[in-house]
């Protein structure tokens, strides 16, 4: 939460990746708390359907936009329409993600490897690349990114290709952090354990791999996207203005911590 009443009222946050999941989860606590939410998804229909959703429960402000983040001229304009529509951008939550499917490290061909990194690691660092201009020009502005858990665990036997992507999304919120820490910029990101969202069935995750998931968290359950989203709420608010450059492992009490 907030220190000061209202902080998100009048602010505006884009989020990647708000048709479903952690993304939306975090559109609708943003709309809760006031800020003007600009939605974006490659899934249309799914990223309508969350501004509907905000409609229907808050008073605020939203925008969907149908972006594929792997497309930098739509990431570009993702950005500009969100100016254009609420005169500025304070807060970036890059939650657009996938392991796309899962498979052991000598099976991993160019095509999976590339999706991979196309979408969680250039999704990210175009977004990246297209905000800062302007919150360097307000000298103020929040970026988290989605890590994970595998970044720290390596995704062996199933998920190389994913796990080191988010290593270097985990690497990169740091660098922007630390390059940007003394012109009124902060940049962190989160590291989630299992969350129980689309994600599994989007990366074609087995039954057995799903349970193995389950059994090495020791609450013994997965993660509520809320449960993500409200930590992106602190991060981006007043009462965190101190914390910069690091990952937040949520995960249950499970893993590699
Ligand atoms: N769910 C988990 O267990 C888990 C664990 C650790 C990290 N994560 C990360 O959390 C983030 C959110 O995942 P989620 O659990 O909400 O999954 P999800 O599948 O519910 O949501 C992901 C969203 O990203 C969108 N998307 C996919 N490709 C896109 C593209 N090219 N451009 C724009 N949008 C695109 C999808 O349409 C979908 O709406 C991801 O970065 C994921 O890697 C998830």
């Known amino acids: 939460m907030p220190k000061s ?17 952690i993304g939306r989860a975090t559109a609708l606590i943003f709309a809760r708390e006031g800020a003007n939410v600009v939605c974006a998804d490659i899934d249309e229909a799914a990223v309508a359907q969350t501004v509907e959703m905000i409609d229907a ?32 951008v304070q807060f970036l939550f890059n939650s657009a993600g996938s392991a796309m499917r899962r498979a052991k490290f000598l099976d991993i061909d160019d095509e999976l490897f590339e999706a991979t990194y196309d979408l969680n690691v250039k999704g990210t660092f ?8 302007h919150m360097l020009a307000s000298r ?39 390059e940007f820490a003394s012109q009124g910029i902060r940049a962190l990101s989160i590291s989630p354990g299992p969350v129980d969202t689309n994600f599994q069935t989007a990366s074609q995750t087995s039954p057995e791999l799903k349970a193995q998931m389950l ?28 914390m910069t450059a690091d990952t937040v492992y949520v995960n249950g009490g499970g893993g590699f911590r």
């Open 5 to 21: 009443p209202d902080y998100f009222k009048g602010k505006t946050i884009v989020i990647t990746g708000a048709g479903s999941g």
């Open 57 to 88: 429960a808050y008073d605020g402000q939203s925008l969907a936009l149908g972006i594929d983040v792997t497309d930098r001229a739509a990431v570009n304009n993702m950005i500009e329409l969100a100016i254009g529509d609420f005169g500025s």
């Open 126 to 133: 175009y977004a990246m690349q297209a905000v800062l201009p």
């Open 140 to 178: 103020f502005g929040v970026i988290v990114n989605v890590g994970s858990m595998a970044h720290r665990r390596g995704g062996g036997g199933s998920s190389v290709h994913y796990a080191s992507a988010k290593g270097a999304v985990v690497t990169m919120t740091m660098g922007v952090a630390r």
């Open 215 to 242: 059994a090495d968290v020791p609450m013994k359950r997965f993660a509520h996207p809320e449960e993500i989203g409200e930590l992106v709420l602190f991060m981006c608010s007043d009462a965190c203005e101190y």
